[in-house]
């Protein structure tokens, strides 16, 4: 079928009020009657048992509703489940000890945030300070403090897999190459911080939240089992708009827990907006990673295995998802290369800092640092260009789909030609031409690579490889992504879509009408697509939501197939009428067509018409032309089997990037003189879009290399709670990337799309990172690389 | 990021304002375009009682190019002071560091006298009185008085300026003739604070060179007599008396280098415009 619209890239239908500052917001919306306004005083200590807290002052206060403490909501909530089970009791507020700096302590309700704020100065915490564990590694010491006594240790997960037969790779290699990395902690950063507004209904003992969480709706069931009541009757509805989330909005999930306790207790509606500092503090962060990652390599720079050991921080509690962060990647470990064997070795730690969530990239980055650093090493001891061993290892495209060691179907792609592809319109040649010029003339001058697997459409299982064989046999299988879309037409002919995808800006309206624009043959104005989402109201599932890049592989496939659907009823409606195949209608330019016979025909305003007001005269074997909700899940999408072995995601996209930097002789500052970022992200829906995604993956990537990092001192005081001490990169700091394209329809999802959002924050840090290594004549360097940094090296190195 | 409640005098006239210092005196701030107040208040660092608001006072709204110095009064924006045209001119220093100061919507809000009060110790105006000199106008119910660049900034957010006093107006002096002039800084981002700023003059005798970000006020040196082919030792020692802050951007030793090679390649920069003019 030939697209008029997917493919393109009209305007996008959320843009006017954006442009012109009329967008949405939770900040925007009308309160609720009698709303109370909420503060969160917060943990100055990384940690300290609570010996007491004397809120009296604060109640005095005029215009102060209540205080809430940890002990009223443990009273009224259970701990949050997590995938892992252990004995660490996880509230959406301290009990009887803080844990890391910005936890909170108390809730103050009052009539606006002002006061609220006055008030919490006037509370008394009683702390009794206790040394805190902070880097992850010594966090393992016999001696560390321990965060969770019952726990016994920092340790709350340790697993080991073994795939083909690494022992003998290793036997038989040529060369073993190992790298060990420190991976810091990041935050995306949404322009729009968390925000909410939550009710209790006492008389049908229902929570009602209204707030910008983007999903997993997985987690949906989590808040309302600590919240003690079925899921039913804890509505969640999201806002028309949200500014920015990029996985982090994923957080919001514990306060809308605490505020909905708090609703009740103060018998109230209470509205909560989260301040920069708040954000930058507590609303969660990309985990931090230490790995140790060995391979086997041949005399050519063939790799034969790979062994990894990581140790996983997720600060001072296992917050659901997590360690979705260490698992998701579990599929993919070999990244895009054909390497059989694969040991791997995890372990995850809590230590006194921000427990970590979703964040852009989610695991990537992580993964990829080491990885590709260790790639670029291997061609320093075969003595062979970085770029002939990605060649080199690449998986070929007669080897699609794929099968990774840990059970990964990479399921289609041809790497090897997107990477000629990339180097000859990136002009490869003569960025190398540049690299010599650049030197002979002294300055420091490096190139980088990095080539990257964009695992898309999360497997709703793939969290529960953490578990053993046995453990997962107890919990029952888990495994698949349902993505949702309805479809209806009204009786003058307008097309209704609603979507569970809750998009923060990216423009899934505009595309989910170009998608049912071509599914109807009507033009993409027709079609009006909404994209807020009630739990109470609307179709959904534990997989809706935004994350894994799964809108347009999954929620537009959902709703191609539910539009294709209705349009197989719509053209039985047709072939009744004018007694003739069904098969044999076209829907193009508003109509309805007998292919064969251009007289024959309607316009799909009167058909849909039809369906309404004469339902009486419809065939009777047809269900109704009406609407047409359509749940879509990947069958590739399976639990874990016996084996360990997981397909983490229904579609993986492919990445190669390469750059060219010159690094400030006096400043140590990286100048990015080029960046090339080539994406196989399957059929592109909207071209334009993709390359905002692209360069805005960029942007994260770059800010994580370059500059930020959630920085705590040894003793686990927190050092960057503002955007002085936080910076991140502006238009000013961030080049405009060149976008490679190449579409390979993936034979997984309906459209053949795959994802992209996440592709090139994943990809640059490391590839930033081989650059500057490169420059500086280094086997490896640590992230961010700040400035003071480089220079501490150039003048150590007299370079 | 709440500022606690806080008592607002928009002064309609100058008299007011002073008769606002007067009474409350270090419980009142004075704001004007609150570009570095503002923040503060909201993270509750500063509380007053009272915030005197001088942005109605037009009087204070006044420009002066004069033979003997550049002159802006205390309403004048960053924005407004860096689009006159006589400044290329009348002091050239400022013409070429003024960009660098926090991004054009801050520089319409913020003003010249504002940040000079702020005393910041890594801002750039703080730095550029400094080295070219000049003076401050400090006005109260009590009189009015002159204070010297030199005196003027005596540590991180702290000026000479009394509790009752409002900075009234504030005058760069004239560049010597035939003076060169440079400016150099190193910040992470575009329009950030700097982690070590340089500013140069180069005249007949030699050479002042400032620095900001080095230590709790701008550190400004004399070199009489500077030939270029010695300004490379003399910035070697001079840097090596410095005791520059840490802090997880840049510590001591990066603040260090970049004094010397910094600053080297601004002195070098003034003298060789010098010689150009």
């Known amino acids: 079928m030939a697209f008029r619209h997917i493919g393109t890239s009209p305007e996008r239908v959320e843009d006017a009020a954006l442009l012109t500052g009329r967008g949405r917001f939770m900040d925007d919306l009308p309160v609720p009657a009698g709303a109370l306004h909420a503060a969160i005083l917060r943990s100055p200590h990384p940690h300290a048992d609570i010996r007491g807290i004397d809120a009296a002052a604060a109640l005095a206060l005029p215009g102060v509703a209540a205080v809430v403490t940890g002990e009223h909501v443990k009273a009224l909530t259970r701990p949050f489940l997590v995938g892992v089970r252990s004995p660490i009791d996880h509230y959406p507020i301290a009990v009887d000890r803080a844990r890391y700096v910005g936890e909170p302590v108390a809730v103050v309700l009052a009539r606006d945030r002002y006061v609220a704020e006055d008030a919490m100065e006037l509370i008394d915490v009683d702390y009794a300070p206790l040394d805190a564990a902070v880097d992850p590694v010594q966090a393992m010491d016999a001696d560390a403090p321990v965060l969770h006594t019952a726990n016994g240790s920092n340790l709350v997960s340790e697993r080991t897999f073994d795939y083909g037969d690494v022992e003998q790779a290793f036997a038989a290699a040529a060369h073993v190459v190992s790298i060990e990395t420190v991976f810091p902690r990041s935050l995306a950063s949404p322009i729009e911080c968390f925000g909410l507004i939550a009710e209790y209904d006492p008389h049908e003992d229902v929570y009602d939240v209204l707030t910008h969480f983007q999903g997993p709706f997985a987690i949906q069931p989590v808040m309302a089992m600590a919240l003690q009541v079925p899921s039913s009757r804890l509505r969640i509805r999201t806002p028309p708009d949200s500014g920015g989330s990029f996985g982090v909005k994923q957080g919001v999930a514990p306060y809308a827990v605490l505020m909905a306790v708090a609703a009740r207790i103060a018998k109230r509606p209470v509205k909560w907006i989260e301040d920069r500092m708040e954000h930058l503090t507590a609303a969660g962060s990309a985990t931090n990673r230490v790995s140790t990652l060995e391979a086997a390599v041949m005399a050519d720079g063939k790799v034969t295995a790979l062994r990894w050991d990581q140790i996983e921080d997720v600060g001072a509690y296992l917050k659901a998802p997590e360690p979705a962060t260490l698992y998701r990647m579990h599929t993919c470990m070999t990244g895009a290369y054909d390497i059989p064997n694969l040991a791997i070795r995890n372990r995850v730690v809590v230590t006194n800092k921000t427990p970590t969530g979703l964040n852009r990239g989610f695991g990537g980055p992580q993964v990829y640092f080491p990885l590709e650093q260790l790639m670029r090493k291997i061609g320093g001891v075969v003595g062979r260009d970085p770029l002939s061993i990605i060649r080199r290892n690449l998986v070929a495209p007669s080897r699609m789909p794929y099968k990774t060691p840990s059970g990964g179907v990479l399921d289609s792609g041809d790497y090897g030609a997107l990477v000629e592809q990339a180097l000859l319109e990136g002009n490869f040649a003569d960025l190398e031409n540049a690299r010599q010029r650049a030197r002979r003339a002294g300055k420091l001058y490096g190139i980088g690579y990095a080539a990257c697997i964009e695992p898309t459409i999360s497997n709703m299982g793939y969290i529960t490889t953490v578990l053993s064989r046995q453990e997962r046999e107890r919990a029952g299988p888990k495994g698949g992504a349902q993505a949702t879309a309805t479809v209806a037409v009204d009786p003058l002919g307008g097309v209704n879509v609603s979507i569970s995808s809750t998009p923060q800006g990216q423009g899934h309206r505009t595309v989910i009408g170009q998608v049912v624009a071509d599914a109807l043959g009507v033009a993409p104005d027709v079609v009006r697509v909404n994209a807020e989402l009630d739990t109470g109201r609307d179709p959904w599932s534990i997989a809706s939501g935004n994350y894994s890049c799964r809108f347009a592989g999954a929620v537009a496939g959902a709703a191609w197939r539910a539009a294709g659907e209705l349009r197989t009823r719509l053209a039985r409606v047709a072939a009744a009428k004018f007694d003739c195949p069904a098969e044999l209608f076209d829907f193009r330019d508003g109509k309805i067509i007998h292919r064969e016979n251009a007289n024959i025909g309607i316009d799909f305003k009167r058909l849909a018409g039809e369906s309404h007001w004469a339902a009486a005269t419809l065939p009777s074997d047809l269900p109704q032309a009406l609407s047409v909700t359509e749940f879509w899940s990947p069958d590739v999408l399976q639990p874990p089997d016996d084996e360990d072995r997981i397909n983490g995601s229904a579609a993986y996209g492919f990445i190669f990037d390469f750059c060219g930097v010159e690094i400030d002789r006096m400043t140590g500052q990286v100048k990015i003189d080029r960046y090339i970022s080539a994406h196989d992200a399957g059929r592109l829906l909207h071209p334009a879009m993709a390359d905002g995604q692209s360069q805005g993956g960029f942007a994260h990537g770059l800010g994580a290399a370059l500059m930020e990092e959630l920085a705590y001192d040894a003793d686990g005081g927190f050092l960057s709670a503002s955007l002085a001490d936080y910076p991140m990169p502006t238009a000013c700091e961030t080049p405009s990337v060149q976008i490679v394209h190449r579409e390979t329809a993936s034979p997984v999802t309906p459209l053949g799309a795959k994802g992209i959002g996440e592709g090139t924050t994943m990809s640059a840090p490391v590839c930033l990172a081989n650059a500057v290594a490169d420059a500086l004549g280094l086997e490896q360097i640590d992230l961010p690389l700040r400035p003071a940094k480089l220079a501490a090296i150039i003048e150590a190195r007299r370079l | ?277």
């Open chain 2, 1 to 277: 990021m709440k500022p606690a409640a806080f008592n607002y005098i928009r002064a309609e006239t100058l008299d007011e304002a002073l008769d606002a210092l007067a009474e409350y005196g270090e419980d009142a701030r004075v704001i004007a375009g609150g570009q570095s107040l503002g923040p503060m208040l909201n993270m509750r660092l500063a509380a007053p009682d009272v915030l005197v608001d001088i942005m109605g006072l037009k009087d204070l709204d006044r420009i002066e190019f004069a033979d003997d110095g550049a002159m802006a009064a205390a309403c004048v924006t960053q924005a407004r002071f860096m689009g006159r045209l006589e400044l290329r001119r009348a002091q050239p220093l400022l013409h070429e560091a003024m960009p660098w100061i926090g991004h054009v919507q801050t520089r319409s809000r913020g003003t010249i006298c504002g940040s000079l009060a702020n005393a910041d110790p890594a801002a750039e105006l703080p730095l550029l009185l400094a080295t070219v000199g000049g003076a401050v106008i400090a006005q109260s119910k009590r009189g009015q008085r002159a204070i010297a660049a030199a005196d003027f900034f005596q540590g991180m957010f702290e000026t000479a300026l009394g509790d009752d006093e409002l900075l009234l107006a504030a005058k760069f002096a004239a560049p010597k003739p035939s003076s060169g002039v440079a400016f150099r800084e190193m910040a992470e981002r575009h329009g950030d604070f700097a982690i070590v700023a340089a500013a140069a003059v180069a005249d007949a005798d030699g050479v002042t060179l400032g620095l900001g970000g080095i230590d709790a006020q701008p550190v400004v040196t004399r070199f009489d007599g500077l030939l270029a082919r010695d300004a490379k030792a003399a910035l070697t020692d001079h840097a090596k008396t410095l005791d520059p802050q840490s802090d997880p951007k840049a510590d001591a030793a990066y603040r260090r280098r970049l004094a010397r090679e910094l600053g080297l390649e601004t002195v070098l920069k003034a003298m060789e415009r010098r010689h150009a003019v």
